[in-house]
């Protein structure tokens, strides 16, 4: 075991802590973007089905069910399912993110803090770095929420989405469809 997990699994257990995972609870939890289309059109869309687990070690991932797209148009989400996502050939999203898990773990109860959170979101057999600044709510010793504090902003060409948007708005007859767009997240995690 490296000193570095020891060292957290000792101040975890100095803390009172349980060795186990969170796992995200998806009914608590939120994921939306928001996409601009016609030049100044801004729209705010989510996904509604989200699984995830973090470890007591400072590693968290999230995976997003990009079939859940929910844009609140039955033929849009269809459209962004087949032509945007390809869900039937990448049918996940996955967001690899590392904390510091003592950061975390200091947050009293009723209390809240600021952390750093730093990974990649692998999509589409591509790989991007991405980094937030989260909100950490310990709302009772076995419930957390986190919350993104400003949006995190992704570049549709850094994850070969490009041909897709290009597609939606032929179909859609729109003059343009933003290629950056910025999520946002509410993450609510119960301890087992």
Do not use: C, Y
């Amino acid at each position: 075991m490296n000193k570095a997990i020891a060292m957290t699994l000792v101040l975890a257990s100095a803390l009172g802590l349980h060795a186990e995972p969170w796992v995200l609870d998806n009914e608590g939890s939120h994921l939306s973007f928001v996409t601009v289309k016609a030049g100044d059109l801004a729209e705010a869309h989510r996904f509604r089905t989200l699984t995830g687990k973090v470890s007591i070690n400072g590693t968290a991932e999230i995976s997003i069910d990009l079939a859940s797209v929910d844009t609140l148009i039955p033929i849009r989400d269809e459209g962004m399912r087949e032509h945007l996502f390809q869900t039937v050939q990448f049918p996940q999203a996955i967001v690899s993110l590392k904390f510091d898990p003592v950061e975390v773990e200091s947050i009293a109860e009723g209390a809240s803090g600021t952390v750093q959170l730093v990974g990649e979101l692998a999509m589409m057999s591509q790989r991007v770095p991405i980094r937030a600044d989260a909100l950490v709510v310990r709302l009772t010793p076995k419930r957390v929420l986190v919350v993104s504090r400003t949006p995190v902003v992704v570049n549709a060409a850094s994850l070969s989405l490009v041909g897709g948007i290009e597609k939606l708005r032929e179909l859609a007859s729109l003059p343009s469809i933003s290629k950056a767009v910025s999520i946002s997240f509410a993450l609510l995690f119960v301890a087992l």
